[in-house]
């Protein structure tokens, strides 16, 4: 099973910029997909962004629409969220999932089930100060 990491949160002042990174090991990230959801304090688990394996489709839910983007950098086994023009509501940790196929969009992107995604990372800290 492949073992993810995340990096890049902190502390950020609103309408700035982060790009967090899930770094993989113990598998190719190329045969992935990969999810990633954000958990605020008092909050459940928001799918966020998902990026399918094979054929690259992409799902963002409303909240981030236009805002994040998320790519994979193959060669570096490594995936990324760009976040722009953050906000106080993108405050929260923030979680990459993977699974080894290609999954639902959207449906599965946006229930946070460990059975859809049994792989993820730690989490990492996102703080938007306005």
């Known amino acids: 099973q492949v073992q993810l990491v995340e990096s890049g949160g902190g502390l950020v002042q609103s309408g700035g910029s982060l790009r967090l990174s899930c770094a993989a090991a113990g598998a190719s990230l190329d045969v992935y997909s990969i999810a990633w959801f954000r958990q605020a304090p008092g909050k459940g688990r928001e799918g966020v962004s998902c990026?399918?394996?094979?054929?690259?489709?992409?799902y963002y839910s409303d909240s981030v629409k236009g805002r994040f983007t998320a790519s994979r950098d193959n060669a570096k086994n490594t995936v990324y969220l760009e976040m722009g023009s953050l906000n106080a509501e993108d405050t929260a940790v923030y979680y990459c999932a993977a699974v080894d196929r290609v999954v639902r969009m959207p449906t599965e992107c946006q229930r946070s089930r460990e059975q859809d995604f049994p792989s993820w990372g730690q989490g990492t800290q996102v703080t938007v100060s306005s």
């Open positions: 990026l399918n394996a094979n054929d690259g489709r992409t």
